[in-house]
């Protein structure tokens, strides 16, 4: 079957760095991508990984190790407009379906 | 830049109604995808169109339907409406599918659908 988990909710402080882990299984994995959404809004694109590896961005990067089905969002030097919830989704091969994960809401305290 | 349209971004109906939701893609992108999101869930996926093709479909219920026009815009048409369709509604679009050489899928703004 398929399925996508990350942690349901995290708290941290501002100017802090915190990891966001999902794991997934999923037959036909194509890339994993992670998208910030605050409460009522269009989740926002933020990375989209294919191969193993570390890819930055700015105060965020993203890892994905294939063979363990294991990736993380690091954001660095938190802000508070940072509070919000982080999807990450499974990309397969052949549907344009994405799996989403239920998401970590993320709570950043001054 | 240029971003995914909806519209209407807020929509309120009554059980049995119809309703119709319209999404503009970014340009140049030939992939549209529809994701329904109840409160406090993850989006699940609907239909997708590439070219202006049916491209792949989800869980979306018999009484959706939903086409791509030659100007790449797309509508969700809703019918016989049930207080369970209350959610956002999000179109996204993509250069060449979720899995391309260029993988960014990108969310309009969404259309909340309520059903009273």
């Known amino acids: 079957g398929q399925n996508i988990d990350q942690p349901t909710e995290m708290t941290a402080t501002e100017g802090a760095i915190v990891q966001i882990n999902c794991t997934y299984q999923t037959s036909g994995f194509n890339g994993l991508f992670w998208y910030q959404q605050h409460a009522g809004e269009a989740p926002t694109f933020l990375s989209y990984n294919v191969l193993d590896g570390l890819e930055e961005k700015g105060r965020f990067s993203s890892f994905l190790s294939r063979s363990k089905g294991y990736s993380y969002l690091l954001l660095k030097e938190l802000q508070m407009k940072d509070s919000a919830s982080y999807l990450c989704?499974?990309?397969?091969?052949?549907?344009?379906?994405?799996?989403f994960g239920t998401g970590t809401r993320l709570q950043v305290f001054p | 830049a240029a971003g995914v349209i909806q519209s209407p971004r807020h929509l309120i109906k009554e059980k049995r109604e119809t309703a119709t939701l319209k999404c503009y893609p970014i340009p140049r992108h030939d992939t549209v995808y529809w994701y329904q999101q109840g409160p406090g869930q993850d989006p699940q996926f609907l239909i997708s169109?590439?070219?202006?093709?049916?491209?792949d479909k989800g869980s979306i219920p018999d009484r959706f339907s939903a086409q791509q026009f030659s100007d790449y815009h797309s509508e969700l048409n809703m019918s016989s409406l049930e207080l369970g369709d209350s959610a956002l509604y999000f179109c996204?679009?993509?250069?060449?599918?979720?899995?391309?050489?260029?993988?960014?899928?990108?969310f309009g703004e969404g259309s909340r659908l309520t059903v009273l």
């Open positions: 996204a679009s993509s250069l060449q599918g979720p899995g391309g050489a260029f993988g960014e899928l990108f």
């Open positions: 989704a499974a990309s397969m091969r052949y549907t344009d379906k994405l799996i």
């Open positions: 169109f590439y070219e202006k093709m049916q491209s």
